[in-house]
Each structure stands twice: as structure tokens, then as C-alpha cells.
């Protein structure tokens, strides 16, 4: 079985300071990990994606997000939050059985970036 | 390139009226998937396909059909609508689901919103 909780579901930052959204994810074998965001009325957009190569895995727009197996942690970080970052951003994991990979989301986090 | 592509992008219906989205994708992908989000909730797996022809269930299939005939399209049925059906409705497609890292990275198309009065 596998399962992904979001610690936070709303995250305040002023802009310019660090944003960190918490994911912690729980399965048998190592899976595959990712974050997507989520801008209001769209669809979901891939921000970067864990794939057992390094653990510290560099995304789109700044994003950051580091594996780390003994914390069943994969923890989303930017060092400067922009206004265009206020989105929802969802932690997924992914684990292969077969011929299919379950995919298995957060229930999700909603950014907001204060001027 | 256009992605996936979702319509209606918005939807109302009264309860018991049935109605089909549509999902096209122009990448050759082999997977599909319908995710129904609601509030809190994150998204949770309708049905999928992994190829023309076939389709399975995911979590919550209770009240919807699907049907794979080209590997392009996808559609989602709802035969008999119900208010508790309300949702935002995403499909999204992927190269392959097979255990390979990384191959399961999902693209999305842009969501439809439906009501049921």
C-alpha cells in the first residue's frame, strides 16, 4: 500500500521570503515521487519529479524538492517566493506493479504569496 | 501541439440527465485516466485505460462508464447524474505505466467543471 499526506493544507509567505510545502509519503518499495502545481481554473502542470537517480532534484521555476528515504520525506522548497508561485501544489507518489503504476496524490496545499 | 484536450470545459446538469466528456490526446500515449477533484480531497482515480480497447477501474468508478475505442479518445459517461457527482473532472494521459521511472509523468488537459442540480 502507499499513501502521500501534505502537512500543511495552506501555506502564507511574503514575497521574496522561502516557501517550504511538506510531503511525506508512505510505501513498500521505492517509488517514484512528484510535484505538480495548480494555478486557479487550470490543470495540473509537472513541477519536478524524483526518479532514484540524485535525491536533490531541481525543478521548473526555482522549485527544489530533496528525497529523503529514512525521513519518508520529499519536502518542496524555493528560496524566494514570487506572486506568481500562488498555486496549489500537490505531492504525488507513484509506485510500479505490473504493468501499471498506481498513482497516488496529496490532498494538496494552496500557496498564498503576500506582497 | 495541443496536449490533452478536454470538452466541455463546463457543464450543468439536472439530476438523472446523462451526459459524456471528452478526452483527445495527440502524444500516442498508451495510459489514460479520468481524476474527478474535489475540495480537500486531491484527486482521485475515476477509471483508466492502458491501451485501445480496454479500460478498468480505479477508486471512486460508482456512476460513471468509460469507454478506450481509439487510442486517442477517452470518454467519460455519466448515465444517471447525481448532485454528489458534482466535481472537477481531469483527464490526463501517460507514455507508458509500466515500471519503469519516471515513465508515468502525467499530462493534464485543463479540467471540466460540472454541476448536477
Known amino acids: 500500500a502507499q499513501s502521500v499526506t501534505q502537512l500543511d493544507s495552506h501555506v502564507s509567505v511574503s514575497e521574496g521570503t522561502p516557501v517550504l510545502l511538506r510531503c511525506n509519503y508512505s510505501s513498500s518499495y521505492s517509488p517514484s515521487l512528484f510535484w505538480y502545481v495548480q494555478h486557479p481554473n487550470k490543470g495540473l502542470q509537472l513541477l519536478l519529479k524524483y526518479t532514484s537517480a540524485a535525491t536533490l532534484v531541481k525543478g521548473i521555476n526555482g522549485f527544489e524538492a530533496e528525497f529523503k528515504k529514512s525521513e519518508t520525506s520529499f519536502h518542496l522548497t524555493k528560496p524566494s517566493a514570487h506572486m506568481s508561485d500562488a498555486a496549489e501544489y500537490f505531492c504525488v507518489v507513484s509506485l510500479g506493479s505490473g504493468g501499471y503504476q498506481k498513482v497516488t496524490f496529496g490532498t494538496g496545499t494552496k500557496l498564498q504569496v503576500i506582497p | 501541439n495541443a496536449g490533452v484536450t478536454q470538452t466541455p470545459k463546463f457543464r450543468v446538469l439536472k439530476t438523472g440527465q446523462s451526459m459524456t466528456l471528452l478526452c483527445a490526446q495527440d502524444?500516442?500515449?498508451?495510459?489514460m485516466y479520468w481524476y474527478r477533484q474535489d475540495p480537500g480531497m486531491g484527486l482521485r482515480l475515476i477509471h483508466y485505460s492502458v491501451g485501445e480497447g480496454t479500460t478498468a477501474k480505479g477508486e471512486v468508478p460508482d456512476g460513471y462508464n468509460v469507454s478506450r475505442l481509439k487510442k486517442q479518445n477517452f470518454l467519460l459517461g455519466l448515465e444517471s447524474a447525481a448532485p454528489s457527482q458534482t466535481s472537477v473532472y481531469f483527464c490526463?494521459?501517460?507514455?507508458?505505466?509500466?515500471?519503469?521511472?519516471?515513465?508515468?509523468?502525467?499530462?493534464f488537459g485543463a479540467g471540466s467543471r460540472l454541476t448536477v442540480l
Open positions: 490526463a494521459s501517460s507514455p507508458t505505466g509500466r515500471r519503469t521511472f519516471g515513465a508515468n509523468v502525467l499530462t
Open positions: 502524444m500516442n500515449h498508451e495510459y
